[in-house]
């Protein structure tokens, strides 16, 4: 009767996995994908110096992240999940993320309880490992971070990391680096042919002490030109860029803006990005700073004279094209960089948050849209639990300010 026990076992499991499978809607990671995107977190992960490559997908709802490598007999695999909808969502990362591998036809690997114990109890893995329970998102923006263990098929080339989450499925592929053992890249520029190397050893250690620090200032450098709009179809709209800092307003296209206007401005039929005014459409600009206060008294407005303000509040500006458009403003205040710190009481750890904040004008110098992200890092304590909760919350932070710009772009394209 045992063996009868086991089999109902094994066929109840194959239909679980047929029905999540027939869940939601699939999105694969590539080059191509429109919602994807890739990052190197953790210089020295690997045993050649590089970091871990981060494969990243965010549906509009949820998001995930996932990054694989091999750490002895095992597959250690980085994952994060978030919410970028306002819907609540729960995952249990243990049952809901799989492995596939090209070793043989629908070869499916799952989590295991504990890792090899060769790996030292000290890994950052081991450290941050889920555990066997259910996790619930309920705000947008929310997320977490941490780690599964996998057996490791020694006679695989290819993994995909496959995340049920949301009624989605999000896949991950990655190829092995065949010169690297345990390293693992962009399928799309490494090479299968070769089988992954054996596995001699595990990632190293970071040095003690060292912190993977979440951005505490969000880059917003410029970058020399944008797009000046789409080709045929004219603009409805179109929205400049600009920078609130040091108590004053910049033109400014931050640097992250060109690269994800590239990506993604055929999602927006009728609008365009230029920072001349267009006389032919409606003219938003939005302005980033690392200080809610920046914004106090700022009222930026489209004007077709070089003049300036005679008696502006605190200040003012012009960003004039050749044309003689410009975007015209005034503004009040100080800047005040404010930064949140939480000192747990009988914790040696200290939390400090930042923030990047983007208000959308009309060109009347009306508000019509406020958001803002956050990322936390933490100092003191202990180095593994430390380095485990900044590598969770930098992981979370991928591409922060993309997903900040499509939130404000999706709330002037209304």
Request: hydrophobic share 35%.
């Amino acid at each position: 009767m045992q063996w009868l026990g086991t089999v109902l076992f094994c066929i109840l499991l194959f239909l679980s996995r047929v029905a999540v499978g027939e869940q939601g809607t699939i999105h694969t990671w590539t080059g191509a994908c429109s919602i994807c995107q890739s990052s190197i977190f953790n210089p020295g992960w690997n045993s050649d110096g590089t970091g871990l490559f981060m494969e990243e997908i965010d549906s509009g709802t949820v998001f995930s992240a996932a990054g694989i490598s091999g750490n002895s007999g095992d597959y250690e695999v980085s994952l994060v999940f978030g919410l970028s909808g306002n819907a609540s969502v729960t995952i249990n990362p243990v049952t809901d993320v799989t492995l596939e591998t090209n070793s043989s036809p629908h070869m499916v690997l799952d989590a295991l309880e504990r890792p090899d114990p060769r790996i030292p109890k000290a890994d950052i893995g081991v450290q941050k490992q889920f555990a066997n329970k259910p996790i619930t998102f309920n705000s947008a923006g929310e997320s977490g971070g941490g780690f599964l263990f996998f057996p490791f098929d020694s006679d695989a080339s290819m993994v995909t990391v496959v995340v049920h989450l949301g009624g989605e499925v999000f896949r991950f592929p990655f190829a092995s680096v065949p010169s690297v053992p345990g390293k693992f890249g962009d399928p799309e520029h490494i090479s299968t042919q070769t089988s992954a190397p054996p596995m001699t050893g595990s990632h190293p250690s970071p040095p003690a002490g060292q912190v993977l620090r979440a951005e505490a200032n969000p880059a917003i450098a410029p970058t020399p030109n944008l797009p000046t709009g789409r080709i045929s179809g004219g603009c409805a709209k179109n929205i400049s860029f600009a920078v609130a800092e040091g108590g004053q307003i910049v033109s400014r296209a931050p640097q992250f803006t060109q690269k994800w206007i590239e990506k993604n401005q055929k999602k927006y039929a009728g609008l365009c990005f230029s920072q001349t005014p267009n006389p032919q459409s409606t003219n938003y600009v939005l302005v980033f700073s690392i200080s809610r206060s920046s914004f106090n008294g700022v009222f930026p407005t489209v004007v077709t004279s070089t003049s300036t303000n005679s008696s502006p509040v605190s200040g003012s500006g012009t960003i004039t094209s050749s044309s003689g458009s410009m975007w015209n403003y005034t503004y009040e205040g100080t800047e005040t960089t404010t930064t949140t710190t939480s000192t747990q009481e009988n914790l040696p750890y200290t939390d400090t948050t930042s923030t990047l904040y983007v208000n959308a004008y009309s060109q009347n110098g009306t508000l019509i849209s406020q958001r803002w992200r956050s990322v936390t890092s933490r100092q003191g304590g202990e180095g593994a639990n430390t380095l485990g909760y900044n590598l969770g919350s930098a992981l979370a932070a991928i591409h922060v300010k993309e997903r900040l710009l499509k939130d404000s772009v999706e709330d002037v394209a209304k």
